[in-house]
């Protein structure tokens, strides 16, 4: 089963901001925080993951709360290509990687 | 480079037939994944090979269905028979290493396939 909680879908303008959130309370201290997301009729693609520390990388900023209880994706300058169902997955050492339902975020032109 | 090789990309048959789903991974990659996508079910972990060796097949819905990776670049997906309810788009993922320490997983583009 999932260990996170997203909300269902989500709307952004294009060129702002899409802070998308992830609710995972019952997170453990050796659980990491991934993101995938999944352009319609296309395979998943990861996007970023981390453990306690913020990251960012090239596609996108991970902000996790200090308690780990949750994390935001941000996306710093939303395209329309940047449409997709984004899928928000706790994992730890060993464990299989786990995809909920995610949200389904709309950018909007 | 090549990502993750996919074939058929789609698939009709009628039910009771004998379906074949290919993968060939990212060359080097040691881990590969099958995972299958529905409306009602999203998506779930079918199995896991790491070296050619399948790991985790719990996630096999029946006896119907069976996986091989006879070589590091190859692997199948068998489901005989086959039933409407096995209509899904079906991905393979790869990854350089073993579910302790693997980061990224890269999917293929899926084979949808269409039971009747």
């Known amino acids: 089963d999932a260990k996170t909680t997203q909300p269902p879908s989500m709307d952004c303008a294009e060129g702002r901001a899409a802070n998308l959130p992830c609710n995972h309370s019952?997170?453990?201290?050796?659980?990491?925080v991934y993101w995938y997301r999944q352009i319609h009729s296309q395979g998943p693609q990861y996007i970023i993951h981390g453990l306690k520390n913020n990251e960012t990388n090239e596609m996108a900023s991970l902000i996790i709360t200090e308690d780990r209880k949750s994390s935001t994706l941000i996306l710093p300058h939303a395209t329309l290509r940047d449409t997709a169902v984004y899928y928000c997955?706790?994992?730890?050492?060993?464990?299989?990687?786990?995809f909920g339902k995610g949200t389904r975020l709309h950018i909007l032109p | 480079d090549a990502g993750v090789i996919q074939s058929p990309r789609h698939e009709v048959t009628e039910m009771g037939q004998e379906v074949t789903l290919r993968c060939k991974p990212i060359?080097?990659?040691?881990?590969l994944f099958w995972y299958r996508q529905t409306m009602m079910r999203g998506l779930e972990l079918l199995i896991y090979f790491n070296n050619n060796v399948p790991i985790d097949d719990s996630g096999m819905p029946e006896d119907r269905f069976s996986a091989k990776m006879p070589n590091a670049s190859f692997s199948t997906l068998k489901i005989q028979p086959s039933e409407p309810r096995d209509s899904a788009v079906y991905f393979c993922a790869s990854t350089l290493g073993s579910l302790p320490r693997i980061g990224e997983l890269f999917f293929g583009e899926g084979s949808r396939l269409t039971v009747l």
């Open positions: 997955i706790v994992r730890g050492v060993g464990d299989k990687i786990i």
């Open positions: 060359s080097g990659h040691n881990s």
């Open positions: 019952t997170i453990s201290g050796n659980e990491y």
